[in-house]
């Protein structure tokens, strides 16, 4: 029996039309696609999200902005920024992503040992007040401020191994105790959104509970194995959260066109059987990835450690650079006062 008893997933994600910019609707066919011709899709509880509400979308971003961006897309829409474009329906896909994130926390709470949105926009650059990085709201922050408000969970441990630091859920909850982000991402003086350093820890009543992990540029499977081994289950333990969110994204491995590590697909199957180990349950929401061979081949080899499928705990002797050691040996001392690793 699968112990991911539920995927979040709705046709009407594609609608979010973005035509040949990278992050478009092809990437969410290249994961429905591997999942049905791998058997898996038929295993689990496909699940089509209702839209978050704008009392949920408030909860996390200003009034001003969500009327910004309904308002954008309603006159036609465009480039938001540089990089980040919405067309005319992304204000209303934009809702049901955060909806979909929604709806996997809630499946998780309600006795599912995970469940796994799959979803766009993606969301873990847009801050309070501001779409960036190709994304519109913070999915992951409206799920959780939903369970604090709505469902009275206190404590929340975030994971985030998508290759881009993610500035909008870090800067949300730069101050909250009852939310440890750890995130680990390319080195920020190498890749957008140019922060996300050892010493960004968090402030007043939340310091100590950012931890990021900047990699250098051509880390391996090998390199983020060694680190995540000494870090996760130590905070994990002391921080005894009450739900575990993973932030899911494809954009470390070797072969992505938009950043410079060298992960491999066994990473994937390495972080799912590592975090499912930790937590118990989890929500798991989509971010980034796009190369499409990467999508479908990681998100299947991933549902699968989840469902201790295939799954051999990657043991073997790691090599491992001084770059990553060191970045270890930093973050042991900045976060000495708070932690033993």
């Known amino acids: 029996m699968f112990k991911l008893n539920a995927l979040v997933y709705c046709e009407d994600y594609k609608k979010h039309d973005t035509g040949n910019h990278p992050e ?4 969410l066919n290249a994961i429905i696609n591997s999942l049905k011709n791998e058997g898996i899709l038929s295993k689990v509880h496909c699940i089509c999200p209702p839209s978050a509400t704008k009392e949920d979308i408030l909860r996390v971003h200003s009034k001003a902005h969500v009327e910004q961006i309904k308002s954008f897309c ?5 480039y938001i920024d540089y990089d980040t474009y919405a067309s005319p329906q992304t204000y209303e896909i934009a809702k049901l992503a955060a909806g979909g994130a929604i709806k996997a926390a809630d499946l998780v709470l309600n006795g599912y040992k995970s469940a796994y949105a799959v979803l766009r926009p993606p969301g873990h650059h847009a801050t309070r007040d501001k779409s960036m990085g190709f994304c519109i709201f913070n999915n992951l922050a409206i799920a959780l401020e ?15 191994f998508d290759v881009h630091f993610g500035n909008g859920t870090s800067e949300i909850f730069y101050d909250d105790p009852d939310v440890f982000y750890i995130s680990i991402h390319q080195n920020p003086r190498t890749l957008f959104p140019g922060d996300g350093f050892v010493e960004e820890i968090g402030t007043g009543d939340g310091e100590g509970y950012n ?3 900047p990699m250098a540029p051509g880390s391996t499977t090998d390199d983020y194995i060694y680190i995540l081994d000494k870090i996760l289950e130590p905070a994990a333990a002391k921080f005894n959260a009450d739900f575990y969110f993973m932030d899911v994204g494809f954009d470390g491995h070797v072969d992505d066109p938009l950043s410079s590590l060298s992960l491999t697909d066994k990473f994937y199957e390495y972080i799912a059987g590592k975090m499912t180990g930790i937590a118990g349950s989890l929500a798991l929401i989509l971010e980034g990835g796009y190369n499409l061979n990467i999508l479908s081949r990681c998100n299947v080899k991933m549902i699968n450690a989840l469902n201790n499928i295939s799954h051999d705990n990657y043991k073997h002797e790691l090599k491992v650079s001084e770059s990553t050691k060191n970045t270890f040996n930093k973050i042991k001392d900045v976060f000495s006062p708070f932690y033993e690793f």
Do not use: A, T
């Open 24 to 27: 478009n609707k092809e990437r």
């Open 74 to 78: 309603q006159n036609g829409g465009g």
């Open 146 to 160: 939903y369970l604090r408000q709505e469902r009275k969970i206190k404590k929340f441990f975030i994971f985030d």
């Open 211 to 213: 931890l990021n992990i």
